[in-house]
């Protein structure tokens, strides 16, 4: 990946972002004449109304108003990129698909970023199709194409073959999938047959509440993609309206012989941005507390334990780590009633691992060890 980034590109299209939607209203009161500001307006509100189609085909009528409304979107943008540069850290893809791409803002981004990749871009709707090719135009692009079509039935044959079989190694998918719909699977299997053995796929969806991120997950599941949670994440930005949104991103590879996801590891990833799950950590002058609460955690399983007996003769002390349902436990107790108990969610539980090995590396300085698990 070279250093060119999102703000870069931006700077480049000259878009800077609204301060409000009442102030994206007056940019077009003043481009455009009032009948067609009340078409637009007429079609935002259908947006409300989740007819989407309605609402980027007026949109996507022109490139300039086109490029307008991504200015609302710039936030987004920056939350997206932001979580794909820290995904593929130094990885370049050589095969890019941003399926769903709209009039291509993200689509040229990846293109500028990772020059010696082939970047394609499809959408349903013609017009997105027709602005994304001219601003590629203009920032006179050559490694990209876009093309016309349904991600769900769409096939990407290689040239003058009638092989379906393009695979890319990178696929972004950015508010584009029917996360509603039993249509998901269709499509998430589609994007799955042209991802590469080794690709990863990027779904950065409107999965804004617990039943529809559940359903994500098993339309995932059934697509034979599994997500990697440490690569997926929680994504904030500011919305038109000025809100905050908060939404899971999420990471996905081909399922291949890895080992399966746990329904806990997924419950916790899911559940920690809604505040449902957070972290405790209970230390020093708690250690009743500690005791009562480790006691009532049930039913729980132990992962790793081991036990430190001092060379000084100061006692013995124990480290374990327990899980229980989509918790994970740090749990140190000593004979002398010292008590330590540190809960995080299942997903986070390799930071536990972490602490465990740093500990097991300085108590052998200075005490036996005798691993229990
Ligand atoms: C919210 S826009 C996002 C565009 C782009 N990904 C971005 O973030 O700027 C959603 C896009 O998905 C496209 N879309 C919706 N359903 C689709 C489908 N079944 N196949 C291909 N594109 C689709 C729409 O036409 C629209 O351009």
């Known amino acids: 990946m070279n250093s060119y980034c999102i703000q870069d590109f931006l700077d480049e299209l000259k878009l800077k972002p609204f301060e409000s939607l009442h102030q994206f209203w007056r940019e077009l009161d003043n481009k ?29 009528a022109d490139f300039d108003l086109a490029l307008t409304f991504s200015r609302l979107r710039i936030d987004l943008y920056k939350a997206t990129t932001d979580w794909l540069c820290a995904v593929l850290g130094e990885t370049m893809p050589k095969h890019i698909l941003d399926a769903g791409c709209g009039n291509g803002i993200l689509t040229c981004y990846l293109a500028k970023v990772f020059p010696k990749a082939r970047v394609t871009g499809i959408d349903i709707s013609e017009a997105g199709i027709e602005q994304a090719r001219k601003l590629a135009e203009q920032l006179s692009l050559t490694n990209i194409t876009f093309e016309v079509g349904d ?36 499509q998430l299997h589609r994007l799955n047959r042209h991802l590469d053995d080794n690709g990863i796929m990027l779904n950065f969806e409107k999965i804004s509440n617990p039943q529809i991120q559940k359903f994500f997950v098993q339309a995932l599941d059934e697509s034979n993609l599994q997500p990697d949670l440490e690569k997926s994440g929680w994504l904030k930005y500011e919305n038109a309206d000025g809100d905050e949104i908060n939404l899971p991103a999420f990471a996905s590879y081909k399922k291949a ?43 729980k399983e132990l992962i790793r334990a081991y036990k430190a007996d001092f060379h000084d003769g100061s006692g013995t002390y ?33 930071d536990f691992s972490s602490i465990f090995d740093q500990w097991l590396e300085q108590t052998a300085n200075y005490a036996d060890l005798e691993q229990i698990k």
């Open 32 to 60: 455009y004449p009032p009948q067609k500001v009340k078409e637009l307006e007429r079609a935002y509100a259908k947006l409300e109304e989740n007819d989407e189609a309605s609402f980027y085909e007026a949109i996507f």
């Open 151 to 186: 991600i769900k039935d769409y096939s990407f044959v290689k040239a003058d073959t009638n092989d379906d079989t393009i695979k890319f190694d990178l696929i972004l998918t950015v508010a584009a999938l029917e996360v509603t719909s039993p249509f998901l699977i269709k």
């Open 257 to 299: 012989d890895k080992k399966p996801v746990s329904s806990e590891i997924l419950q916790s990833f899911l559940l920690t941005e809604s505040n449902l799950l957070s972290e405790l950590d209970l230390s020093f002058k708690q250690e009743a507390l500690c005791e009562l609460l480790f006691n009532q955690l049930n039913p």
């Open 318 to 350: 124990n480290f374990e780590q327990w899980q229980s349902g989509p918790f994970a436990l740090l749990y140190e107790h000593t004979d002398q009633g010292y008590r330590n108990l540190r809960i995080k969610p299942l997903y986070l539980a390799c």
